[in-house]
């Protein structure tokens, strides 16, 4: 079993733009000795949208509320909408409507400018508005690929039946994982990726009890993004991030894993328990969760602000190059 090393969670929520209040749960520019980029390598950042209600805009269609033009370089942007819709548009000509449900994995590479805003049919009813947001690093050998989307639709990710395992005959359905990204027992999910990566988009819905095997070279977090439940035997409620321990080797170091260590499982173990009900009798909310595994990239990150090299020469040269107006063409 991975164990847990710390549930994070408690900072306070903040406006992007006029549209997305999220709490920013991951962030590589943070110097926190406990919690820092080279626990959750390769995720740089990770904003969880906290469900807000939004009253019907009367102005959706001149002034939505979102954010406007902005430049990515480095890396790739997943946005997963789980209430509401969003907008976008971006320097190659590309944009759509992300629905519920549904993923974006916007890959940046080597520059490109885009805006995100709810979507004219959202902005017109209004409603509750629940989104999040990740930045996944690209190793430097895919910095500057070219810029792309994969739009994923819910129709089009694999979905696994999650059945209780604390049933005899592991038969009782209580739930389902949506496969974004990575391998779910040999089940490829729809996203493709840089680097091995998970991102399973999981729903607990029937009390009963799962496990969840997870590459044990990886780091990994959970989102509780809704409701209440068991995490290796600690309950953790919704907007908390849990961060597992450390795997016992990283890519880094496996031409130097020593021989004793060769038997140890290809995966680790992450025991979800479900109760449904609280110590006093309360009946909770289904669950919904995200987890978000990565093999470590292990390459030094120089950033700031909307872009992710290895050095600061880099660095530095993507300033100029937005500046001089590159990111808003193929030549860049």
Known sequence: MRPIKNIHGDKAPHWVGDGFFVKTLINHIEDN?????????????FDYGTPTTFAPNPHYQSQPHGIGQHPHKGFETVTIAYSGEISHADSTGGHGDILEGDVQWMTAGRGILHEEFHS???GQRGGVFSMVQMWVNLPSAHKLTAPKYQSIKRAEMPIIEL???????HQAPIGQAAIIA????????????FTPINVWDIELHTA???TLHVPSTHNTLLLVQEGEL???????????????????????????KPASDASRPATDTIELHYPRTTADGQTLAPVKLLLLSGEPIGEPVAGHGPFVMNTQEELRQTFR???TGKFANEEV
């Open 208 to 210: 009963g009890a799962t």
């Open 321 to 323: 190059d937005y500046q």
């Open 182 to 193: 990575g391998d779910w027992h040999g089940v490829t999910g729809a996203a493709s990726t």
């Open 230 to 256: 068991l995490v290796n035997g600690t309950r953790v409620s919704a907007g908390r991030l849990i961060q597992f321990a450390a795997p016992p080797q990283s890519r880094l170091d496996a031409q130097k």
């Open 120 to 122: 004219e049919a959202f």
């Open 33 to 45: 000795p406990n919690f820092n980029y080279s626990h959750t390598d390769p995720f740089l950042l």
């Open 163 to 169: 059945t209780d395992s604390s049933d005899a005959d």
